[in-house]
């Protein structure tokens, strides 16, 4: 399948594994670029004994490493060493999520590629660092959600740890390390040079905390979880319904008036609650008077009414629901990619919609291990 | 302060209000672009009365909108669109996250500017994207977050709703289109041509749900929250400690060796636990055995002795420990811009380090509302 889009034409040399690496890779690819998985030989990328499971492969690792060719490398050994080296000048950017100093023992460093590669991209993605005093700590998603601080501002009031549900401390890494990969490119259209890349997967959190960090940057408070509630906007939480839970999101005056209008509520004349800093102060008691109303209808019968007169609203819906939503599939977000053994296979598509490019429904082939050796050989004339 | 980045000389018409397109226009800013924020007259972006507030400045809005420029146009007014259409010919991105329809509406959609402006890369943000069946609808994070599944994972088991506590629905979409930008301006210099990208929170939301989203498309599954557990790698959560928690993450069967030495557990050679599929099957009873031997020491002891031996751990951090670390000085990840009322501001860094360009200490000035109009229209001969 000949992959599309603005990176078409571009070689990823991809030497990463699990998740923020190969996020990242699997957005390059999506945005047309031709990626090259460089695995360990025999075991491959990690999160191929990764659940949940599909007839014995890997559906986290297939989710993941659509669309890419694979050939398995050590490259601490010379005859591979030397296939590696044969692909390199070819590459315009290389990816590697490997603990710091790992590519520069096996001789692969940035500072030994770029005098040679001067137009080479080269993006690291770890957990902490190129630099620092945790350097050269070993991190996974959980170790930064957990040192980041995004744990301590999530979950209900006085509960056990609660991590996000998903990796965000891999995801949002591997989105940053997409963007630089994506400017540096830019910057080297203009300028002829490549350049290095270093992303902290603990600095991404930081990056992430929004008004948490300011509160403390700020007042010196330190926030704590809010089970469904925002710090400094309300209503914009989860209310009870009838039947389960509506999101109401009321985030300015306008909607909090016109929200009032629906429930039948003088609410917004209340000086308890006419500005949103008034509502935060008194959002316990606004709360119980709003679910006092919602008791009185189903979430369905409410978002209906409430989206009628442009509330943002939502149910809280799980997995099926979402993957179900005539939205999700007008939106073509699940997308497919054959696998040799199982066949057809599904998993989330490309959020970024552009104008010059079709958004296809299929992606290239997931590889197992090694798949694309004879075909790389031989392209590489090795 | 001259801006420097590979966007150094672009020019981001930034129509953006509140999170999601002030996010993406800070990280083009943080890359060397320029950009004027076009606000409502009077009111200005939402988020300027959104707290914490520091002097009756908010806190939220000047983390996000340092170093941009503020004019106040009516995009509804004659003599105000008059200023808007000399300064829209000298952009090369226009960012926008109205509801879909509003700045066509007003004349300014991309139908209407593509074939006069070929070269503008024009982004549009918001919660459903324009097309599908909800995409006249409002959205703001919480939205999307209930709508998008993620908050049917977070939490703890059984628990009122929870959201992740930052808004991670806002800033995921802002950082897809900061990478669709980048993709497209690369995209630009092969071709000459601009394009339009079209980028949903719900759609980033689905993009984001990892393995939770392949449990259910591969086995029907409805994944529920789990408190800190992660679905398919043991161990992989937070385990009590003598004074709080510490997260532990052996992702991988060497890992988890070495942290069986570390505790002196025969645990890696018991048929329960040999491999991750066992020990996901018995995490319960792992954790219990675990648990009894972290009692013995604090969090900080422990982390101590297991980063000795390169096991992936770490304590919860909150927001203030995560600040005052030395790791989060040593990659300049708090920076400070100048505000004219309250002087120095501290707030989140840029996470992508480039060897090209150097990451100052400080940001380009947090602009009042309509601050750079003369300056403006001067600037563009208006």
């Not at 992303?199 to 990056?207: P, S």
């Not at 490309?350 to 291990?369: A, C, Q």
Request: glycine share 8%.
């Amino acid at each position: 399948m000949k992959n599309n889009g603005p990176l078409s034409g571009l070689l990823v040399l991809d030497l990463t594994r699990v998740l923020v690496g190969p996020y990242c890779t699997m957005i390059l690819s999506d945005l047309g670029a031709r990626v090259i998985k460089v695995e360990a030989p025999g075991v491959g990328d990690d999160s191929r004994s990764f659940g949940p499971f599909v007839e014995n492969q890997s559906a986290y690792f297939m989710s993941l490493n659509r669309n890419k060719e694979s050939i398995a490398l050590n490259l601490k050994n010379e005859k591979d060493k030397k296939i590696f080296e044969k692909i390199l000048p070819k590459a315009d950017i290389l990816v590697e999520n490997f603990k710091p100093g790992t590519l520069s023992r096996w001789g692969y460093g940035w500072e030994s590629l770029k005098d040679k590669y001067p137009k080479l991209i080269y993006a690291s993605a770890s957990g902490f660092g190129q630099t620092g005093p945790l350097k050269e700590l070993p991190a996974y998603d959980m170790v930064v959600q957990g040192m980041g601080g995004l744990m301590s501002v999530t979950g209900q009031p006085n509960s056990e740890p609660t991590r996000v549900g998903t990796s965000i401390g891999d995801i949002t890494a591997g989105l940053f390390t997409a963007i630089g990969i994506n400017a540096a490119l830019y910057n080297r259209q203009k300028t002829g040079k490549g350049m290095y890349l270093d992303i902290a997967m603990l600095d991404c959190q930081i990056a992430i905390l929004e008004n948490a960090i300011e509160r403390y940057l700020t007042k010196g408070e330190i926030p704590k979880p809010m089970g469904s509630r925002h710090p400094s906007i309300s209503p914009f939480e989860a209310f009870k319904t009838k039947d389960s839970y509506i999101v109401i999101a009321a985030g300015n005056d306008k909607l909090f008036e016109g929200m009032c209008e629906v429930f039948n509520l003088d609410l917004h004349n209340n000086i308890k609650f006419k500005t949103n800093a008034d509502r935060n102060k008194n959002i316990d008691e606004l709360k119980k008077i709003l679910e006092i109303k919602l008791q009185q209808n189903s979430t369905a019968e409410w978002c209906k009414i409430l989206e009628e007169k442009k509330i943002p609203c939502g149910p809280i819906n799980n997995i099926k629901d979402v993957v179900e939503s005539p939205q999700t599939e007008a939106r073509n977000m699940i997308v497919s990619a054959m696998h040799n053994k199982i066949g057809k296979f599904k998993m989330p598509g490309n959020p970024i919609k552009m104008s010059l490019y079709k958004d296809p429904t299929t992606r290239g082939d997931i590889p197992d291990l090694d798949q694309h050796r004879e075909k790389i050989l031989k392209e590489f004339d090795i």
